[in-house]
């Protein structure tokens, strides 16, 4: 059978060329928000202006802006730390601190003094000179792949067997020898003596900056067969008929034809998807297709959605399944003539035949209940610990952000009463709802009504059988209309139950009782919790007394998970109603609240779970808004099922992410859904496919959108079929990997010990390695680790996710470890791989056009460096964002200068800056616009974490632990650096390779560093 689909008048590799966005953007994605550009001042750019720091800054800074206009602190006991939960030993910290020397005499070469400034050289790493991927930079759009040619432009595009050549390997030389001398190893023997240079090895920051760099300039279309941008990449997809990688990434694009190719790659056959990611400016908006009554076309064998591969034949009466092959007849509502070539005479005109993404309004019958707009409830926590530590204070004020930002003015009803008050409309898509709710041991529900002089509280104290005290049509109100009563309500709130202080709040009932109000319309609880819940029916205990020595004891497995009935009732009564819930969790004093409890209410519903472990106030209030803000705004829908289709010959494997399926087969159910949300699937072989066609998966999410709409957004993606194992690890796509292996090793805790699921992420891959040793590579001498070219960062990243805290060894409190395992089973590949390998820049060594625009209308950003102490100067100040947090790192010896000018004047010591510092302040300085222009280019690629900074200064905060921990390439703990981690892969895959089956746990790295690192010569990096 054929698949063809458009002759070369009408594919989409023959666009013309007008209708293709131009390969470079004119416009650009980022602006410079804040200070203007110095240069555009008189300046010369490139320019040093020598001296800049030396001396006080020429211009009077201005007072720092007040963040939030927060009330004076409530709380009496803030640290003035910061107070970190779980830290590691002392010890081990300063043993790696003191390598850092407040002396200079630390491992660093000594540096001449007016170095020490903002001026530094970035040291490059040394494969600086390292192509990216073979990429020809400045190569025309579309020309020259990742690894090779575009997809060659054939009579039938999508009948890859006209192809009888693939795509040209890369043209760079594979590999990169390895120096072998450096001083990382103390273990191994006599100078001189073969030793991994640390500089050699791939590298994380270098690949995405050079990724980011070309696709500031070029588009990425989305079928010529280029391997995606790594996924942090920002970037501009061209929808040539298969998704964007930014909704879908299969592993592998070019698949294998048998599952026994597929073996040989060891690699997952998945996809991962992020259904309703948001889109960059200058990408086509998805469009809106309404079909009427009769809803999309759609296969009647296999339910497949009509999109750009289905095969119109028969002068345009029998549409062709791409799915399952089934031919279906063609009604009159959609039938249209197909030209002599076979194509439909509209195919240009409807976006569903030529676009790989799109949404269709669909009619009754796929609605289970009217779809109205969003509801969002606010379910906040007035007990003792939420209000004394301020932290009922942050909620309200962020509720309020979110629904009017920074205008609070009320209407004056008064004095126009008569006239039509003139309404400004709130920061929710229109025709959204809101209610309010607070609860201790009690319920209040609040009437907000504009008729009403002001907020109407009703307390619902049953909670033995709890009910809704309100109708939800008092409860719900518009935010427009009612915003004198509501802005009333939240102002005074906080004050109103900081006097009444019932010491613990009841959750589950509150929690059913909040549901009764969605039950007939769906919705979003989003819920504020300050303390365990230990009262009333459902109540929680300590159940972490952090007396588990350690973690793989059956008694710290059965703390990762839930056997609450209570709460897996509610959750299931949640999704039935399609309603999610959200929650925003605070342990002010580090306590335990039992997140695997709760937080399993979030995650089976689709929900999201924030945490603010060491929540202190103020300074958490900015991420705490900025959160809340985000949440609600953000492209979202609910009550919503989700489905993936693949071509005959594959079937659906498995589904990972946050969502419920009641059964094996079963469609996901997520009551909620969000621009973040990410799952992924994987598919398993019902038999051989065949090479001459190509394979195709479809994603269908059905919901409704905040709006109101209930609709259905299909992605379809497309990849050829290729008999060789080798072939399809040419178009690996080392993001999707990756997130499927984090996605199904999170989803094993509790059902097994974290020892066994790092051994197994382990063993994956030196299986990957070794299967690519074996099958693709050829002609590499024993003695050599060989890595893919398109997993050429895997290893790294890989143990990234062994040193993350929720697999990570040694000891952990259970509420961080479930959330981040959670967090992680539910985010986006950008957030994944951000997670994994945190984002290090260096603030004291700014190039003076860095934070600033470069020629193309980009921000210039400065390369990232290696997240080690190695890439670490002395005096120098560093940001290190993994996309969750973002630290602020200051040597002890920063230069009074540089603190001036990027904290203000006055601020010439650490000790002299406020540890509840969460944003910098707005100064004429250069350098402290380079940096907040840094800082909003990382927050533009964030997720649904608000970007705040938390400041970890040398030997003061806190916060130097967190720091430590995320120095990824360095040994933390009994975790291995990133020089030993390969080593002891190199090892493993040459015991897989002879034969002998491998069986090693990190403890035994530093003995297999001394039994290989001799038997290394030569080894070679990279591979075909
Ligand atoms: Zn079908």
């Given at each position: 059978?054929?698949?063809?689909?458009?002759?070369?008048?009408?594919?989409?590799?023959?666009?013309?060329?007008?209708?293709?966005?131009?390969?470079?953007?004119?416009?650009?994605?980022?602006?410079?928000?804040?200070?203007?550009?110095?240069?555009?001042?008189?300046?010369?750019?490139?320019?040093?202006?020598?001296?800049?720091?030396?001396?006080?800054?020429?211009?009077?800074?201005?007072?720092?802006?007040?963040?939030?206009?927060?009330?004076?602190?409530?709380?009496?006991?803030?640290?003035?730390?910061?107070?970190?939960?779980?830290?590691?030993?002392?010890?081990?910290?300063?043993?790696?601190?003191?390598?850092?020397?407040?002396?200079?005499?630390?491992?660093?070469?000594?540096?001449?003094?007016?170095?020490?400034?903002?001026?530094?050289?970035?040291?490059?790493?040394?494969?600086?000179?390292?192509?990216?991927?073979?990429?020809?930079?400045?190569?025309?759009?579309?020309?020259?792949?990742?690894?090779?040619?575009?997809?060659?432009?054939?009579?039938?595009?999508?009948?890859?067997?006209?192809?009888?050549?693939?795509?040209?390997?890369?043209?760079?030389?594979?590999?990169?020898?390895?120096?072998?001398?450096?001083?990382?190893?103390?273990?191994?023997?006599?100078?001189?003596?073969?030793?991994?240079?640390?500089?050699?090895?791939?590298?994380?920051?270098?690949?995405?900056?050079?990724?980011?760099?070309?696709?500031?300039?070029?588009?990425?279309?989305?079928?010529?067969?280029?391997?995606?941008?790594?996924?942090?990449?920002?970037?501009?997809?061209?929808?040539?008929?298969?998704?964007?990688?930014?909704?879908?990434?299969?592993?592998?694009?070019?698949?294998?034809?048998?599952?026994?190719?597929?073996?040989?790659?060891?690699?997952?056959?998945?996809?991962?998807?992020?259904?309703?990611?948001?889109?960059?400016?200058?990408?086509?908006?998805?469009?809106?297709?309404?079909?009427?009554?009769?809803?999309?076309?759609?296969?009647?064998?296999?339910?497949?959605?009509?999109?750009?591969?289905?095969?119109?034949?028969?002068?345009?009466?029998?549409?062709?399944?791409?799915?399952?092959?089934?031919?279906?007849?063609?009604?009159?509502?959609?039938?249209?003539?197909?030209?002599?070539?076979?194509?439909?005479?509209?195919?240009?005109?409807?976006?569903?035949?030529?676009?790989?993404?799109?949404?269709?309004?669909?009619?009754?019958?796929?609605?289970?209940?009217?779809?109205?707009?969003?509801?969002?409830?606010?379910?906040?926590?007035?007990?003792?610990?939420?209000?004394?530590?301020?932290?009922?204070?942050?909620?309200?004020?962020?509720?309020?952000?979110?629904?009017?930002?920074?205008?609070?003015?009320?209407?004056?009803?008064?004095?126009?009463?008569?006239?039509?008050?003139?309404?400004?409309?709130?920061?929710?898509?229109?025709?959204?709802?809101?209610?309010?709710?607070?609860?201790?041991?009690?319920?209040?529900?609040?009437?907000?009504?504009?008729?009403?002089?002001?907020?109407?509280?009703?307390?619902?104290?049953?909670?033995?059988?709890?009910?809704?005290?309100?109708?939800?049509?008092?409860?719900?109100?518009?935010?427009?209309?009612?915003?004198s009563n509501i802005v009333k309500l939240l102002k005074q709130t906080p004050q109103m139950f900081y006097n009444i202080k019932h010491a613990e709040p009841a959750l589950l009932p509150i929690l059913q009782a909040a549901l009764a109000t969605l039950n007939d319309t769906g919705g979003k609880i989003i819920c504020s919790l300050g303390s365990l819940p230990t009262y009333g029916p459902g109540k929680l205990f300590v159940r972490d007394k952090g007396t588990t020595t350690t973690e793989d004891s059956d008694q710290h497995k059965a703390l990762l998970k839930t056997e609450y009935v209570g709460f897996k009732k509610l959750q299931a009564d949640l999704v039935k109603a399609g309603a999610g819930i959200d929650f925003f969790l605070a342990a002010p004093a580090g306590g335990y609240l039992d997140i695997a409890s709760i937080g399993y209410v979030a995650e089976k519903t689709g929900g999201e779970t924030y945490y603010y472990p060491n929540w202190s106030y103020p300074r958490d209030t900015l991420p705490l808004q900025k959160e809340l803000e985000h949440n609600v705004q953000r492209e979202q829908g609910f009550a919503s099922l989700m489905k993936v289709r693949c071509s005959n010959g594959l079937q659906v494997a498995h589904y990972s992410g946050n969502f419920t399926q009641h059964t094996f087969g079963a469609d996901l159910e997520l009551a909620s859904i969000t621009q973040e949300t990410g799952m992924s699937v994987t598919f398993s072989y019902d038999g051989k496919l065949d090479p001459k066609q190509d394979a195709h998966f479809q994603s269908a999410l059905l919901y409704t959108t905040s709006t109101g709409q209930r609709r259905v957004r299909c992605s379809n993606v497309v990849a050829r079929v290729s008999e060789s194992a080798r072939d399809a690890m040419r178009f690996v796509d080392q993001d999707a990997v990756l997130s499927i292996m984090a996605k199904e090793s999170v989803a094993k805790i509790g059902d097994r010990s974290l020892k066994d699921i790092r051994q197994a992420l382990q063993d994956k891959t030196v299986e990957i390695l070794a299967g690519y040793r074996k099958h693709s590579s050829g002609g590499h001498a024993s003695g050599q680790l060989v890595l893919p070219e398109g997993l050429k960062e895997f290893a790294m990243y890989s143990l990234g996710l062994l040193k993350s805290r929720a697999i990570k060894g040694g000891r952990e409190p259970t509420d961080r470890r479930i959330q981040e395992a959670r967090m992680l089973k539910g985010m986006g590949p950008a957030e994944t791989s951000l997670y994994l390998y945190p984002r290090m820049l260096a603030v004291h060594n700014l190039e003076p056009g860095e934070g600033f625009a470069d020629d193309t209308g980009h921000l210039k950003m400065p390369a990232a460096i290696r997240t080690s102490f190695a890439c670490i100067e002395e005096g120098g100040v560093y940001i290190v964002d993994n996309g969750q947090i973002l630290l602020l790192w200051l040597h002890a010896q920063t230069s009074p200068n540089l603190l001036e000018d990027l904290f203000g004047e006055g601020m010439n010591s650490l000790q002299a800056l406020d540890p509840n510092l969460n944003a910098l302040p707005v100064l004429e300085t250069h350098l402290n616009a380079q940096v907040r222009n840094v800082l909003l280019h990382l927050e533009s690629q964030r997720g649904s974490k608000g970007l705040a900074i938390q400041l970890a200064r040398q030997g003061l905060d806190g916060a130097e632990y967190e720091f430590a921990r995320l120095l990824y390439e360095d040994r933390n703990g009994e975790a291995s650096s990133y020089v030993d981690w390969l080593v002891q892969l190199h090892r493993s895959v040459g015991m897989e390779l002879s034969g002998q089956k491998t069986k090693t746990t990190s403890e035994d790295v530093s003995q297999t560093v001394s039994n290989t690192i001799s038997s290394i010569t030569g080894a070679v990096w990279g591979g075909t």
């Open positions: 059978m054929s698949f063809q689909i458009g002759s070369p008048v009408t594919s989409a590799f023959n666009t013309p060329a007008t209708e293709r966005p131009p390969a470079k953007r004119q416009q650009s994605g980022w602006r410079p928000p804040v200070a203007p550009s110095p240069y555009e001042r008189g300046a010369p750019v490139g320019q040093p202006q020598d001296g800049y720091f030396a001396g006080a800054p020429t211009s009077v800074p201005q007072p720092p802006t007040s963040h939030s206009g927060l009330p004076t602190p409530i709380s009496s006991q803030q640290a003035s730390t910061p107070q970190m939960y779980g830290q590691p030993s002392v010890d081990g910290l300063n043993q790696q601190f003191g390598q850092m020397g407040m002396d200079g005499a630390g491992s660093q070469p000594v540096r001449k003094k007016k170095d020490r400034h903002a001026y530094h050289q970035i040291e490059q790493p040394q494969a600086s000179a390292q192509q990216y991927n073979g990429m020809q930079n400045g190569a025309p759009n579309g020309q020259a792949g990742q690894n090779g040619q575009a997809w060659q432009q054939t009579s039938q595009p999508w009948q890859s067997q006209s192809l009888n050549q693939p795509p040209m390997p890369s043209p760079v030389p594979q590999g990169t020898p390895i120096s072998m001398d450096s001083g990382q190893h103390g273990q191994q023997g006599a100078p001189g003596s073969n030793r991994v240079d640390p500089n050699q090895i791939p590298s994380v920051p270098l690949s995405r900056d050079t990724a980011a760099e070309h696709y500031k300039t070029h588009v990425y279309p989305t079928m010529e067969q280029h391997v995606p941008p790594p996924a942090t990449t920002p970037f501009v997809a061209f929808d040539q008929g298969s998704a964007s990688p930014k909704h879908a990434r299969l592993t592998l694009n070019t698949i294998p034809s048998s599952n026994e190719q597929l073996h040989h790659t060891g690699l997952p056959l998945g996809l991962v998807l992020q259904p309703l990611a948001k889109q960059a400016e200058g990408e086509q908006a998805i469009p809106v297709l309404d079909f009427g009554d009769v809803g999309p076309p759609r296969c009647r064998r296999c339910r497949a959605y009509i999109n750009p591969f289905m095969i119109f034949s028969n002068g345009g009466n029998r549409m062709t399944c791409n799915l399952c092959g089934h031919p279906n007849e063609v009604g009159p509502e959609y039938f249209a003539p197909t030209d002599p070539s076979g194509i439909r005479v509209d195919r240009a005109q409807r976006p569903e035949l030529t676009l790989g993404t799109c949404e269709f309004l669909v009619p009754k019958e796929y609605w289970s209940k009217p779809p109205v707009p969003m509801r969002y409830l606010f379910v906040l926590d007035t007990s003792a610990e939420s209000c004394s530590r301020g932290f009922l204070q942050g909620v309200c004020d962020g509720v309020l952000a979110a629904l009017y930002g920074d205008d609070l003015t009320i209407p004056d009803e008064d004095e126009d009463d008569d006239e039509e008050v003139e309404q400004q409309p709130s920061k929710l898509p229109p025709g959204a709802r809101v209610g309010f709710v607070t609860f201790d041991r009690e319920m209040h529900f609040y009437n907000v009504s504009a008729l009403l002089s002001s907020p109407q509280q009703l307390v619902m104290s049953d909670l033995e059988d709890p009910f809704a005290a309100i109708s939800p049509e008092h409860l719900f109100v518009d935010p427009a209309e009612c915003k």
